[in-house]
């Protein structure tokens, strides 16, 4: 028998509960409207509108350059396609680290602007003045501790996060500090699959994890790493379902060759 309740939404209150019940939380990144569509339709819980979006969607070599303007877009398309999922929005870098005022302008402004459920932020306790201000105003958050791409200049590289003693110790004070102050989640990205047992274990709110193993309450990943249509990214944590960047270019290789014989339209594909 499975312990996998029917939710017709999901909602904070269901991933406490679906860590209390033991069933597992399944997240996934998508940036605009036709894939969260099929993200939503096949039962994914969370998804997340995540600033990977300045490197999937734009491009760019880190997650520092995306806009608060362009997230907002990018999730209202996500919005718009959902039915069930919980849309979780990253607040982009620079928009809520300077001080807590301006990051609840940026949340209310994300709240507001594209319809998402709640916002995610980056970092332990240099933000938990911002992240309060936050949650005073009604606005679910959701952490990320270890390894915290925004941050990336700082760590220089982007390997595995809290292997020694100290960032470890410092990585679960800051968890427990999320749950305390009222955030309903957190994602713990790269660390050593230990110490993120040991946070799910230590925290009451729901931990999600990417590359930390298998003994937290659930996982997420990019989309678009999942499906197999970047190429180039190979961590050791990533599993891809599918290989759709070579799908797609076998089938767009078709499409060419086939506009270029004259094979495409044939006499029923035309009017
Ligand atoms: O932006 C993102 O996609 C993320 C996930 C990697 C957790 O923050």
Same mark, same amino acid.
Do not use: W
């Given at each position: 028998?499975?312990?996998? /309740? =029917?939710?017709?939404?999901?909602? *904070? $209150? ?13 997240? +996934? ?19 997340l509108v995540g600033d990977s979006a300045s ?15 362009q997230m907002i877009y990018h999730a209202s ?14 607040l982009p870098f620079g928009t809520y680290q ?13 709240? /507001? =602007?594209?319809?998402?459920?709640? *916002? $995610? ?13 936050? +949650? ?136």
């Open positions: 028998m499975s312990n996998k /309740k =029917e939710y017709k939404r999901i909602t *904070v $209150k269901s991933l406490v509960e679906m860590k209390t019940t033991g069933e597992k939380i399944s997240m +996934l990144t998508a940036y605009d409207y036709t894939m969260a569509k099929i993200v939503d339709g096949a039962g994914v819980d969370i998804i490197n999937v969607m734009a491009g760019h070599e880190t997650t520092l350059p995306i806009t608060l303007d398309s996500v919005v718009r396609a959902i039915n069930r999922s919980l849309v979780v929005v990253d300077s001080d807590p005022k301006e990051a609840l302008r940026s949340a209310i402004r994300i709240m /507001k =602007e594209s319809g998402g459920h709640a *916002v $995610k932020l980056e970092g332990g306790k240099e933000i938990k003045d911002s992240i309060k201000k936050i +949650l005073n105003a009604g606005i679910p958050v959701m952490g990320h501790l270890g390894l915290t791409p925004q941050s990336i200049y700082k760590f220089g590289t982007y390997t595995v996060r809290a292997k020694e003693e100290e960032e470890a110790e410092q990585l679960l004070k800051d968890a427990k500090m999320l749950e305390r102050i009222g955030c309903f989640a957190i994602v713990l990205e790269k660390i050593p699959a230990k110490l993120a047992k040991q946070v799910a274990e230590s925290v009451s709110i729901p931990v999600i994890g990417i590359g930390a193993g298998a003994d937290v309450d659930g996982q997420v990943l990019v989309l678009h790493d999942m499906i197999g249509m970047t190429h180039e990214f190979n961590p050791r944590f990533l599993r891809r379902y599918m290989n759709l960047f070579e799908t797609m270019t076998e089938s767009i290789g078709q499409y060419v060759s086939d506009v270029k014989s004259s094979a495409f339209p044939n006499a029923e594909e035309q009017y």
